[in-house]
């Protein structure tokens, strides 16, 4: 598999390099790998620190940013970063208002998140953690007890970081972040399998012809491989998992989001699709957003996360952001 | 190929449904093929129109709204759009200041938007033209009389629509469009050929281990073909191709563009490897941008357009724009 890199061994320091070119407005420690809002800390406001294996981009680095992270530690590809790195983002955003952990579920991030969270409450950094939960595809996997987190990491993100920014204490911002998590659901589908600058080849074997359901953000196994799927019928899987296991009542946030390598034009069509099924089920749509957000390096395909917002939720979904990834309102 | 599509004859009206889902503050008319700003016409300024096969996005449909364009014309995919589309989205923007169309250098849009200005003309709208060709790789092609229209296109299409947002009149926003046009130059490359969804394989055969120098947006031939190269030999290439011909003075904008199915992750490193190369020939940066912006469905690869700006450009760059591709301010 072709790819336009150097050498792998120096993927993640090309990117953050090129990160740093691009949003001189981010801080961008490339030698200890972190990404920091160049203002932090905020005072008298909680900082945001997530993180994860890269290749998932623009998610975490490039949701680094007034209103939604206030730092994040990218990993080698699909490789959870070390605590010293997320001591080093805790250290460098904590105004004195505590900081904020936002984990997805995989067995590496947890520990890691883990142990940096004793590591900086020793240096007196008050710590919250949220576990990022919302993959109904399996309950667990390679990589992870208990279901992935995926898609719903940016709405946790965002709405947290609004909450943030508006001045809310630890405990508030804590319980927004994990409330949001208990509202969304994701479901993924692959059409090919990514390949990892390391491996150089594709990480699993998808033969033509056949889709993966429920697929995970490492191209982990999903729930079932079938004969190609039409877009309706894809987005009549997706739509039946999330909604199965959520059952929303209020009107919810979607997020279709691809893998990497599906063309935008097929992410709209998509999109069409899940609308139409949603409307089916009688689940009023409430913001959409359309886009390649929590990729798998150049896996083609797609996920979709809904989350049941109440207004709180969505005043804070709506407040403005300044991030590489996501902006609006400045 | 597999394809996250229905059919292929419905992939550009499911895709046109589903931007018509995702922004409510766009107009799709989904029958007629015609994207249009909600608040359309805007009284007392100029409208811009472009266009254009689709299979580019977010181009053109994704940059409709406040800040740049007025209105977009999707033709079926790497297929321009007829005139009476074209005529449609004029009278649905002007106001009675005048509209701009902004045509990529392909024979059919040419011939195309000729015919719709000519017909708009007679129903008493003022049409000016404006030609997008910073394509260096080639000269003529299969598509193409003179260079081909790529990703400069996202440069004039923002600053033109921030000079007719500041109520410019329309030779003066279509002479701002000649300038940025004419201080643009694009080069681009192919790590893998695309698949329309027509024709369900590859447009072109690119063998493992190579790849294409020069390459157009619809896998068009370009200037060679390689024994594969890395990030900084590839970004050497690019720089050298539109610094030469460009031969730039003042600082540039800077797009690194990816063609659609190549990860952010190596966009990032390729833009570093740019700013290197751009740096060690005393080229100074103004302003960029890294992304998916000017893509070809799934092609793997990247381009590189550098647009020399004066500081009225730079502050008509800097200036507010809300659409669905491109934002910032609002």
């Known amino acids: 598999m072709k790819m336009l890199i150097n050498v792998p061994e120096t993927v993640v320091a090309d990117a953050l390099r090129g ?10 420690d490339v030698e200890n790998r972190v990404i920091v809002r160049r203002d932090a800390p905020v005072a008298g406001k909680v900082g945001l620190v997530s993180g994860g294996g890269s290749g998932h981009e623009p998610l975490h680095g490039g949701f680094v940013g007034p209103g939604m992270l206030s730092a994040a530690c990218p990993g080698e590809v699909f490789t959870s970063p070390v605590p010293d790195q997320m001591l080093r983002a805790a250290a460098a955003v904590d105004s004195g208002a505590g900081v904020l952990f936002i984990v997805k579920n995989y067995t590496g991030d947890v520990l890691n998140f883990d142990m940096a969270a004793e590591l900086a409450e020793d240096e007196g950094i008050q710590v919250a953690k949220v576990l990022v939960n919302d993959d109904v595809a399996v309950t667990d996997s390679l990589y992870t007890a208990g279901r992935r987190g995926t898609g719903a ?9 609004a909450a943030a920014d508006e001045g809310m204490p630890l405990e508030r911002v804590a319980a927004i972040a994990r409330q949001v998590n208990e509202n969304s659901r994701s479901f993924g589908v692959a059409l090919s399998a990514c390949s990892t600058p390391a491996k150089g080849s594709p990480t699993f074997d998808l033969p033509p012809g056949e889709l993966e359901l429920g697929i995970g953000i490492h191209g982990e196994p999903g729930r079932e491989r079938r004969a190609m799927m039409t877009s309706g019928e894809i ?9 199965e296991d959520l059952r929303p009542r209020n009107p ?19 999109n069409a699709e899940v609308h139409r099924v949603l409307a089916a089920r009688g689940v009023p749509v409430a ?17 979709l ?7 709180d939720m969505l005043r804070l979904w709506d407040a403005p952001v300044k991030t590489p990834g996501l902006r609006w309102g400045m």
Chains 1, 2 share one sequence.
């Open 252 to 270: 919810v946030l979607v997020l279709v989001n691809g893998m990497g390598a599906t063309p935008l034009l097929e992410l709209y069509g998509f």
């Open 235 to 243: 987005a009549e899987a997706a739509v039946e998992a999330v909604v």
């Open 19 to 28: 990160l740093a070119a691009a949003h001189p407005e981010l801080t961008v």
């Open 305 to 311: 996360t809904i989350c049941q917002a109440d207004e």
């Open 287 to 303: 913001r959409v957003l359309v886009g390649n957000y929590v990729t798998s390096l150049d896996m083609a395909g797609a996920s």
């Open 153 to 161: 990491t940016l709405f946790v993100e965002k709405i947290a970081g």
